[in-house]
């Protein structure tokens, strides 16, 4: 299973984009790049996820790298309500997935 | 769509004894899934399943049971609830294995 590495936390300003790295630097061909977010004490909301380019919703935008070694998730334009965990998750489709610590992002105003 | 709904939303048990978190979805989604989440922790995979009549164990599976016997329902059974178990319980769904949508939780105590 492919490991994640994410900083602990993050602060932003608001309205600023806010760009959360993760590394995933043993990633298998097969697997996908999975962000989930959590905001306090809610269920987990999954935000998006890739194979190898780019992908982009109306949530945010996720840049993985060309050896898929890293990614970013960016949120462009920071909310209040984005201060949330951020987990990146690295499985095969349809596998369980392992959430790790993640990131506290704090949206400061 | 009333999307993933989990009951109840609290309970406090007693050592020893017994209940079922129930979990049931609105979306027609084939797979299931049972997490538990301790403070300040992220979540653990206790059971998941990809169909009606399959299910299968996940990272934490000791002390819990489930059955699927319906595509909408994926109810979590504690036998025994000991004081270890006291977490939050989240469920989640999902069509294509590609993203889950989860419950609002389960909040038990055992004491």
């Known amino acids: 299973d492919a490991k994640t590495t994410q900083p602990t936390s993050m602060d932003c300003a608001e309205g600023r984009a806010a760009n959360l790295p993760c590394n995933h630097s043993?990633?298998?061909?097969?697997?996908?790049v999975y962000w989930y977010r959590q905001i306090h004490s809610q269920g987990p909301q999954y935000i998006i996820h890739g194979l190898k380019n780019n992908e982009t919703n109306e949530m945010a935008s996720l840049i993985i790298t060309e050896d898929r070694k890293s990614s970013t998730l960016i949120l462009p334009h920071a909310t209040l309500r984005d201060t949330a965990v951020y987990y990146c998750?690295?499985?095969?489709?349809?596998?369980?997935?392992?959430f790790g610590q993640g990131t506290r992002l704090t949206i400061n105003p | 769509n009333a999307g993933v709904t989990q009951t109840p939303k609290f309970r406090i048990l007693k050592i020893g004894q017994s209940m079922t978190l129930q979990c049931a979805q609105d979306?027609?989604?084939?797979?299931m899934y049972w997490y538990r989440q301790d403070p300040g922790m992220g979540l653990k995979l206790i059971y998941y399943?990809?169909?009606?009549?399959?299910?299968d164990k996940g990272e934490v599976p000791n002390g819990y049971n489930v059955s699927r016997s319906t595509t909408e329902d994926f109810p979590l059974r504690l036998e025994l609830a000991a004081p270890s178990q006291t977490s939050v319980y989240f469920c989640?769904?999902?069509?294509?294995?590609?993203?889950?949508?989860f419950g609002p939780g389960t909040r038990l105590t055992v004491t």
């Open positions: 043993t990633i298998s061909g097969n697997e996908y």
């Open positions: 399943s990809v169909g009606a009549g399959i299910t």
């Open positions: 989640a769904s999902s069509s294509t294995g590609y993203e889950q949508y």
């Open positions: 998750i690295v499985r095969p489709r349809a596998q369980k997935l392992v």
């Open positions: 979306m027609n989604h084939n797979y």
